[in-house]
T-cell receptor
């Protein structure tokens, strides 16, 4: 069965510093990996995805993620965090039929 | 990107009543829609997958008679919580894929509906 893990419940970072939100996955074949962001009482917004190709994926709002097959990871990164980046971030993996499995979520706090 | 609209965004109802939540794809035809439930500070739990014109496929542990899903058209899916009880209080989110907006694997999410059952 496919699964995705986000080992950190919360990540704290100062504004202007780089941020990393970790994600590891387990799939039987080639993974389709995604990052979504959720603001309070809102739905999920798509940030970026890895389907195939370049391991470094660039997405919305300056975020990027690196697909690492040997480590089965897909960590979300941003070079310089903004207070407005504070939100709940979900890593997800897609299995057949577009059924998407979400990680538990990581809450990011960016302090001014 | 494609837009998915969910209505109502908030609903409060009395125990024992039924509540309907609508999910519409505004600028594309959604061949498949998904309904998720999210508990406070938790991840999204997939409840069911619905394909236009066919019966929804429910995840294990989800009561199909309690959570009625209808996907009658390519732009509308509805979730009806029947005989709601306080434990049904939750944040319900729909997502959709399909049509011209169909990028492999990409899902478009509604804004969610917060149900509170008194």
């Amino acid at each position: 069965a496919q699964s995705v893990a986000q080992p950190e419940d919360q990540v704290n970072v100062a504004e202007g510093n780089p941020l990393t939100v970790k994600c590891t996955y387990s799939v039987s074949g080639n993974p389709y990996l995604f990052w979504y962001v959720q603001y309070p009482n809102r739905g999920l917004q798509f940030l970026l995805k890895y389907i195939t190709g370049d391991n470094l994926v660039k997405g919305s709002y300056g975020f990027e993620a690196e697909f690492n097959k040997s480590q089965t990871s897909f960590h979300l990164k941003k070079p310089s965090a903004l207070v407005s980046d504070s939100a709940l971030y979900f890593c997800a993996v897609r299995e057949g039929g577009f059924k998407t499995i979400f990680g538990a979520g990581t809450r990011l706090f960016v302090k001014a | 990107g494609a837009v998915v609209s969910q209505h109502p965004s908030r609903v409060i109802c009395k125990s024992g009543t039924s509540v309907k939540i609508e999910c519409r794809s505004l600028d594309f035809q959604a061949t498949t829609m998904f309904w998720y439930r999210q508990f406070p500070k938790q991840s999204l739990m997939l409840m069911a997958t619905s394909n236009e014109g066919s019966k929804a496929t429910y995840e294990q542990g989800v009561e199909k008679d309690k959570f009625l899903i209808n996907h009658a058209s390519l732009t509308l899916s509805t979730l009806t919580v029947t005989s709601a009880h306080p434990e049904d209080s939750s944040f319900y989110i729909c997502s959709a894929r399909g049509g011209l907006a169909d990028i492999p694997g990409e899902l478009f999410f509604g804004e969610g509906s917060r149900l509170t059952v008194l």
